[in-house]
């Protein structure tokens, strides 16, 4: 069991006193250092991770040595090279690798500092490029909080209430089936989502020829690690392809190898017109990217800019850690297949074993449980998914909750199938204690 001393609750006092207020999770982790699988707090507890430090850490916690190595090395040289009017070879060699790793060829990047930034560039380029002002996004959705970014976002109030208003962005429902908002059933529907879009929103808010670019996480993040029907993309981007309004796929934290391919959007053969990165392409520095088709065009010079773009120690790590990547692709994709088929079965055995667990999903190593109260009324099981993300913590097991009653499963998708079995067996015996306490509970 995880013992925590004053160490922890003195740094948790100090924090309150001085930090503004985070989100934070129901159990108390203070970060010291992270090897691989591994995580460590302040006290030495050692914790297997589920969490890849919110989607960051994809290649294992504190990433590579030679990605460390190549950070520390660029140090020594120069660090910010003032992308924004002077020139440097890391970042266009860096682009150029990624642009091996896109669907297809020809794109253009941007760099800048986080996946907030990299929506709230592609938000003022979709505009530049159709001359629209008009943007669509999910309800349920999660694309940042600058102030441009929350008129997509839409997954929790809290994120949203005092802060508006808003840019033009219209909101339609995700194909969430397990809890479809119009109340049919996957395949027998029709794909009611799309036809939704169509004859609502559409036809009755915005003309479509005012609409600028669709935003979509292709796997919902944040909002749930909700995945929809494999032929949804494909049907919704002949919708937008209609009318001239761009895709863009949101692969901040669905993307690089998290769902087994490098981007999420791959898994549903289609190829979005603009893709948005974070998170794990930084190796655990600050990096962001907006990559555009190059058949778009440009921007104006000046149009769009930031300081620290491009930072070459952050690029440094960036480069280092993607041609590992390239150079092992093939062997990422089949491990990330196979332990995610690992992994999404056990979770299917819970689903069917207790109660309280009403679903089981995900693609790769990006999975979820949604937990209820009961399986036939499917009310969100909030007070339980927090007990359980406290117990799996206390047995050494670092987790992650999503949505309203959801727990995300994140390890680096290095993570060997020794420890992601260890972990799955905590979870499953945090999700049983919390079961029967719910079972108790019932029949008092």
Same mark, same amino acid.
């Given at each position: ?22 989100? *934070? ?30 989607? &960051? ?102 994120? *949203? ?57 292709? &796997? ?72 555009? *088709? ?51 079965? *056990? ?98």
């Amino acid at each position: 069991m995880v013992k925590l001393t004053n160490k922890t609750k003195k740094l948790v006092a100090r924090d309150r006193k001085f930090l503004l207020s985070q989100p *934070r999770m129901p159990y108390t982790f203070a970060a010291d250092r992270g090897d691989g699988d591994y995580a460590y707090d302040i006290e030495g507890n050692r914790f297997i991770d589920f969490s890849s430090f919110i989607g &960051v850490y994809n290649m294992g916690v504190n990433s590579d040595k030679k990605v460390r190595e190549a950070i520390k090395k660029q140090l020594d040289k120069l660090m910010h090279p003032a992308l924004l009017e002077f020139y440097a070879e890391l970042p266009v060699d860096f682009a150029e690798l990624l642009s091996g790793m896109m669907p297809r060829a020809g794109w253009k990047f941007f760099f800048s500092n986080s996946g907030a930034e990299a929506n709230e560039a592609a938000i003022k380029f979709a505009n530049l490029f159709t001359g629209r002002q008009y943007t669509m996004a999910f309800y349920n959705s999660f694309h940042g909080r600058t102030s441009g970014t929350l008129s997509l976002t839409s997954s929790k109030i809290v994120h *949203r209430e005092h802060f508006g208003p808003f840019t033009n962005t219209i909101h339609v429902p995700f194909p969430y089936c397990y809890r479809c908002p119009f109340g049919q059933e996957y395949p027998g529907c029709g794909l009611a989502c799309i036809d939704y879009i169509r004859k609502q929103p559409l036809s009755k808010e915005v003309g479509p020829n005012e609409v600028a670019a669709f935003f979509a996480e292709p &796997v919902q993040g944040e909002g749930g690690y909700i995945v929809p029907p494999m032929d949804y993309y494909r049907e919704l981007k002949r919708l937008l392809e209609e009318h001239g309004i761009l895709l863009v796929s949101d692969e901040v934290q669905a993307g690089y190898m998290r769902t087994g391919k490098f981007l999420a959007m791959d898994n549903f053969g289609v190829v979005a017109d603009i893709y948005t990165m974070a998170k794990a392409i930084g190796a655990g520095l600050p990096l962001g990217a907006t990559i555009t *088709r190059a058949s778009l065009g440009d921007i104006p010079p000046g149009a769009h800019a930031n300081t620290y773009g491009g930072n070459l120690a952050v690029i440094a790590g960036a480069f280092e850690q993607l041609k590992g990547v390239r150079a092992n692709r093939a062997k990422l994709e089949s491990e990330i297949k196979s332990k995610g088929a690992f992994a999404l079965k *056990r979770l299917a055995e819970m689903r069917e074993k207790y109660q309280i667990v009403g679903d089981a999903r995900g693609i790769g190593l990006m999975l979820a449980i949604e937990l209820v109260k009961d399986k036939k009324g499917k009310e969100p099981a909030v007070h339980e998914r927090e007990l359980i993300l406290k117990d799996a913590f206390d047995n050494g097991l670092i987790l992650l909750g999503a949505g309203q009653s959801a727990i995300r499963l994140v390890p680096p998708v290095t993570i060997s199938h020794e420890n992601l079995a260890k972990g799955l067996d905590i979870l499953e015996q945090s999700v049983k204690r919390a079961n029967a306490e719910t079972l108790k509970g019932r029949s008092r």
